[in-house]
């Protein structure tokens, strides 16, 4: 039977035909080896550590399997919570409740019903050992999300938990308050450490050509190559750009993937993405207060001040995800007609420490861009993406 294409290319959930596996950390071996070791080395917890929508999710499902993984999110436990309860909740152990127990009693010459109600808390130790005798798998997927104080609580839980051999995974952000974790001495000699690394063109690449195969879908290595580059490291945009590209060929009934296609592909998958807002606050910069900022003709006729300079400057090809100063810098004055005033260096540093600061009081979308060290990192390839492709003007 001929597969469709929102079968084969799946940017939102597990992809069945287009799953790729990965050399773990160059050594040879794939990161599906790697977890299932972490998960077969008892009293252990494992550490799944990785940047946004690099396939943390994904990987747990293809190893745990879906009849055994149990997904918890951070975002499940407020501080009241009892982290147990949750747990037994999750496979529908009834955790903590009431009893109700009828007795018949006979009184006088008429019967009575007589109900009894008991609390009862289920032990942790019962809860453990469902987990155990149904080779049931606790994966606590994006921890990040949890409080600090919720996070120290459910390392104490787990502490004890792994020792009594319960398999548990906590996924997490990189330099997101995963320390409960990871920095604890009581858990050192004790953890697995798994790291998901962003993904490398070949890999990307590879997505494409295993997806289009199952469609019969013609594309040459030179084009799936030029995906795997626009994809910045995504394998989920790789999987968005693809579909994009099907839908589009279906409506022209064409099954060759040729590059005259593509630059309509990523303009169409952009309309998934919302990143105008903050593609406004990062171009207005801080608020002026009244003063006139000095703006810029750029060389495509824009009047640009510094902020929507660097903004511009970002979007620029080779789509690239860390950027040096001087990288940026040149990339500005090349904004910038040659006989024109460029800005100077102190002042491009300048704003960009402004733009750091907005960004840090900002909701968790906006910080899709970080100033730091020297370096400006782009944390979200949509955002990049988006940048390149869904604003209208170009
Ligand atoms: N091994 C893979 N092969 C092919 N596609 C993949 C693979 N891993 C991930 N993807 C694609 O990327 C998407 C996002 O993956 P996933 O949800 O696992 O990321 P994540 O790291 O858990 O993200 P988040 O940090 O937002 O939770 C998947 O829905 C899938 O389309
Ligand atoms: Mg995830």
Not at 76 to 99: M, S
Not at 185 to 212: H, M, P, Q, V, Y
Not at 287 to 316: M, W
Request: proline letters at 4%; aromatic letters at 8%.
């Amino acid at each position: 039977m001929q597969l469709k294409a929102e079968n084969v290319f799946k940017p939102g959930s597990f992809p069945e035909y287009t799953y790729v596996s990965r050399n773990y950390e160059n050594t040879g071996i794939p990161y599906e080896l790697r977890l299932k070791q972490a998960l077969r080395t008892a009293g252990c917890l494992t550490s799944i550590i990785g940047p946004s929508k690099m396939g943390k999710t994904i990987l747990c499902e293809k190893v745990i399997g879906i009849d055994n993984i149990v997904e918890i999110s951070g975002a499940d436990f407020d501080i009241n919570t009892d982290f147990w309860a949750i747990v037994a909740a999750k496979v529908g152990l009834p955790y903590l409740g009431e009893i109700t127990t009828e007795r018949e009693t006979i009184e006088g010459n008429h019967r009575e019903n007589e109900e009894q109600k008991e609390r009862y808390i289920l032990s942790k130790d019962k809860v453990i050992q469902y987990y155990k005798d149904n080779e049931k798998v606790l994966v606590i997927d994006d921890f990040h999300y949890a409080s600090k104080e919720m996070q120290i609580k459910m390392a104490q839980q787990l502490k004890d938990a792994i020792r009594r051999e319960l398999k548990v995974v906590v996924v997490s952000l990189p330099h997101r308050a995963d320390d409960a974790i990871r920095q604890n001495a009581d858990l050192s000699g004790r953890l697995s450490l798994i790291n998901i690394e962003t993904w490398k063109e070949s890999d990307l690449k590879e997505i494409a050509l295993k997806g289009f195969k199952q469609l019969n879908i013609k594309i040459s290595d030179e084009v799936a190559s030029q995906l795997s580059v626009e994809c910045l490291t995504s394998p989920q945009l790789m999987q968005y750009i693809c579909l994009s590209i099907c839908t589009l060929l279906e409506d022209k009934n064409e099954n060759v993937v040729k590059t005259d296609i593509l630059k309509t592909a990523y303009r169409f998958t952009t309309v998934n993405f919302n990143y105008s807002d903050v593609v406004n606050v990062m171009s207005k910069g801080p608020n002026p207060r009244g003063k006139k900022r000095k703006l810029f003709k750029t060389v495509s006729q824009k009047e640009l001040d510094l902020y929507g300079l660097i903004v511009e400057s970002l979007a620029k090809n080779p789509p690239i995800m860390e950027m040096n100063f001087d990288m940026l810098y040149d990339r500005i004055t090349n904004l910038i007609p040659i006989d024109n005033i460029k800005p100077d260096k102190q002042s491009v540093k300048n704003h960009l420490n402004n733009l750091q600061m907005i960004l840090e009081d900002k909701e968790e979308i906006y910080k899709a861009i970080e100033w730091k060290d020297g370096k400006i990192y782009i944390l979200d390839p949509l955002f990049l993406f988006y940048l390149r492709w869904g604003r209208m003007d170009e």
